[in-house]
Every structure is written in C-alpha cells, then in structure tokens.
C-alpha cells in the first residue's frame, strides 16, 4: 500500500495555502503557514516565473494533497468524470468528496482526512447498515454513516466530534452528534465547495 511519507507541513507551504492537513494545528499560530508562508527548501523565497503549465500541475497538486490521493487513482477519477454528464471539473470534485474518508471528516468524525482514512481502515463505521473498511468507497445521495457501537468510545472520534463547532458541517450533510451519525442529505453541488480550486485548470493539464 502506498503511502506519503513527507512532512505535511510542507506540502502546505509548497501549495501556499492552508489545506488543514493536521487538523487543529491548523487553526493555531503553530500553523507552518502562519509561521512561514513561503515554499520549503533553500530557494523558497525568491522570486519565481511560473508557465502556464506551472500553474495547471500545482492545481492538480493542490486537489491530490487536500484529498490525500495519488496520481493513478487521481487520474481514475478524471478519467470517471470525462465519461460522466456535466461539467468535467465540478464532476471530478464532487467524486471526490463523495469518498467515505472525505464524508468522515466532513461529519466532524475525525480532525483530518488523513485520520479519517485510518479509522474507516480499521472499521469503525458503517454504511447502511454494513461496516465499510475502504476509504475511497463513493457515498451516494440518502446513505447513512454511522459510527459502530463499540467505537464510540474511541477517544480520536469523540475529540474530534467536540471540535467539530469550529469547522462545521457542509449543508448537502446532516449530523446526529448524541447518535453518532450522519447522513448525505444531496451530493455536493460546485458551490458547496468553499476550497480555493480552480478545477478548470485541472481540465486543461489533462486534455493536452
């Protein structure tokens, strides 16, 4: 199985931006952004030209980091979009978030995506009914999550559901926090999406 290894910290700064990959780090002044809001490495802060093609890869990036996927499986589910009516771009980003990890995270169940992932591994929640174990599994419209009985205990789930009234929970979800559950109400639509992403440039990277 792979796995990314690199600092996450990193990643933000490379990219710019905050992508709350360490949860509630992300929302102190221990923020690698806040601290130092230039790319890592020896040249991080001079002055850069960027091409066309620059800026298309460093979108592309951006998404694959905040989802915390790899090429191959980024490029299935471009791949799934292009064959799907609708917008290309917005079809992609709501495939995306439509991933069980990505729902865990948005329910509050968990700080961070990357966390989510290692709970759905370990088989701490189910969908209708069904315990679920493979994070990239696609949600549809009506499902229900829920966390199993016997994790409901698990300290990382129940801290997090606690810190859950800072980040919120999208308006296509609905979240019981006294039944520790959650159901899709709707997929997500493009302006449920409040991340910076610009998922055209993503669309011309891909159709050269």
């Known amino acids: ?40 490495g020896q040249h991080g802060q001079g002055r850069h030209k960027f091409s066309e093609y620059s800026v298309q890869l460093r979108e592309k990036q951006k998404v694959k980091r905040i989802y915390g996927v790899f090429e191959k499986q980024f490029r299935r589910y471009f791949a799934l ?6 917008v290309t771009g917005e079809t992609l980003l709501t495939t995306l978030e439509r991933r069980l990890d990505n729902i865990v995270f948005r329910l509050s169940f968990a700080n961070s995506r990357a966390e989510a992932r290692q709970l759905v591994r370990h088989g701490h929640f189910q969908v ?59 997929l997500p ?5 409040t991340m910076p992403i610009n998922e055209r440039l993503i669309v011309e990277l891909y159709s050269k």
């Open 81 to 86: 979009a292009e064959r799907s009516k609708g």
């Open 128 to 186: 209708n009914g069904r315990t679920v174990t493979i994070p990239s599994f696609l949600v549809s419209a009506g499902d229900r999550i829920v966390v199993r009985e016997r994790s409901q205990k698990v300290a990382r789930i129940v801290e997090a559901l606690e810190l859950s009234q800072r980040r919120g929970v999208p308006d296509w979800l609905e979240i019981d926090r006294e039944g520790f559950a959650g159901k899709v109400k709707m």
């Open 1 to 40: 199985m792979a796995r990314n290894t690199d600092s996450v910290c990193r990643m933000c700064r490379r990219e710019g931006m905050k992508l709350f990959l360490k949860g509630e780090r992300c929302f102190t002044d221990k923020c690698a952004i806040e601290r130092r809001n230039y790319p890592p």
């Open 189 to 193: 639509q493009r302006a449920d999406l």
